[in-house]
Nanobody, 121 residues
C-alpha cells in the first residue's frame, strides 16, 4: 500500500533551476532516510543526494554546491532543489525512502516511478 510519487521534472536550459518533489503515502509508521537517485541512458543508477531522519545530508561530488535536498516529515515529503543545471545532469530522477510500514518490524526500501529531467545547452 506504500507508494512514492514524484513530480517537477521537465526541460530546462543549462544554468537554469528546477525543483523535484516526492510524496510518500500509504500505511506508513515511520520513514528513516530519504534520497534521490538518477540514471542516464546507458549508465548505472547513482545516488544524487540523501537526507537522514534528523536532517543530515549527503551529496554526490558532482552536485555539491548546486543541489539541495530537504524533507518535510509532517507531510512525508522530500525535495530536491537543483540550480546551475548542466547538460550532464540529464537523467531520470528517482525518489527513494526507507520505510517502516504499520504492523511490520523491518525497514524496507521503496522507489518512485521516476521523473525525467532534461537540460539543454
Amino acid at each position: 500500500q506504500v507508494q512514492l510519487v514524484e513530480s517537477g521534472g521537465g526541460l530546462v536550459q543549462a544554468g537554469g533551476s528546477l525543483e523535484l518533489s516526492c510524496a510518500a503515502s500509504g500505511t506508513i509508521f515511520s520513514i528513516n532516510s530519504m534520497g534521490w537517485y538518477r540514471q542516464a541512458p546507458g549508465k548505472q543508477r547513482e545516488l544524487v543526494a540523501s537526507v537522514s531522519s534528523i536532517g543530515r545530508t549527503n551529496y554526490a561530488d558532482s552536485v555539491k554546491g548546486r543541489f539541495t535536498i530537504s524533507r518535510d516529515n509532517a507531510k512525508n515529503m522530500v525535495y530536491l532543489q537543483m540550480k546551475s543545471l548542466k547538460p550532464e545532469d540529464t537523467a531520470v530522477y528517482y525518489c527513494n525512502a526507507a520505510i517502516l510500514r504499520t504492523g511490520r518490524t523491518t525497514w524496507e526500501w521503496f522507489w518512485g516511478q521516476g521523473t525525467q529531467v532534461t537540460v539543454s545547452s
